[in-house]
C-alpha cells in the first residue's frame, strides 16, 4: 500500500543543514492500522508529510499502491491525494465560515467530473453520519465541542472513500473520553477497511493499533507487532525508550 525505500529528507538552508530522516525503510500493508511514536523533532510530521504526499524525500523513493511517485509532478501528486489519502489533524483545520456539510463537502470539489453537487451532498451527509454527526449538518465548526470537531473533520478525511488515512495527533487536543471516541471511530474505519496510519504521544492510543514504528533523531528505532510487547519489550532493532513527555509536534 505504502513502500518507503531508503528515504532520506534533509533540509537546507544558506548556512544551515538539517537531517530530518535518515535511512527509513517501511512498507505498510492494506488493511494495518499503524502508530508512529517518537520524541517531538524525532521526524514524525516529516514523516508523515512523505507518505502523504506534501512533501519529497531528498534521496529514496515513495511508492503509493506499487506505483513509484517520488518524481510526479505537483499536478499529479495532487490528484493522487485527493483521490487515495485521507488526512486528519490535531487542529482539525476547519473553515469557520461554512457549516458542518459544507466543511465535509471540500475535497469532492476538487475531483474533475465525478459528482454532481446534490451528490456530493449525499455523500458529506454519508459521512457525517458514519461519524455520528448527522444530527450536525447545518450546524457551524463555532458551536460544536472538540470531539465534535475531530469527528467533522474525520468525516472530511473519509467522504472521498480514500484508500489511506493519515491522522496527525487526532486526539492530541481532546480529554480521554473524547480522545477514546475518536479511537474508536478510527478502529471502526479500519476494521471496514481503511488502511490508518497515526502519530501519537499517547501510548494508551498506540496500543489499540495493530503495529507500532517508532522513530528517535529521525531513524526508525522500532517496528513491531502491538501483540508483541512492542510499547515494553524490545522493539525489534535494539532500542528500547521510556515513554515520551504528551506534546504538542
Known sequence: MITLK???KVYRTSSIETLALT????????????????PSGCGKSTLMNLMGLLDAPSQGSVEIGGQTVTHYRDKELAQLRNQKLG???????LINDLSVLDNVEIPLLYRKGDATGASRRELARQALERVGLSNRIK????????????RVAIARAIVGRPDIILADE?????????GNEIMAILQQLNTDGSTIIMVTHDESMAKKTHR?????????????SIGQGALSMETGLGRVFPSEEKSTL
Open 212 to 224: 507500532l514504528v517508532r522513530l528517535f533523531d529521525g531513524s526508525m528505532v522500532g517496528d513491531s
Open 87 to 93: 488526512f486528519i489533524f490535531q487542529s482539525f483545520h
Open 23 to 38: 535511512n527509513i525503510n517501511l512498507d505498510i500493508r492494506a488493511g494495518e492500522f499503524i502508530s508512529i511514536m517518537g
Open 139 to 150: 450546524h457551524f465548526p463555532n458551536q460544536l465541542s472538540g470531539g465534535q470537531k475531530q
Open 6 to 8: 531508503n528515504i532520506e
Open 170 to 178: 487526532p486526539t492530541g487536543n481532546l480529554d480521554s473520553g473524547m
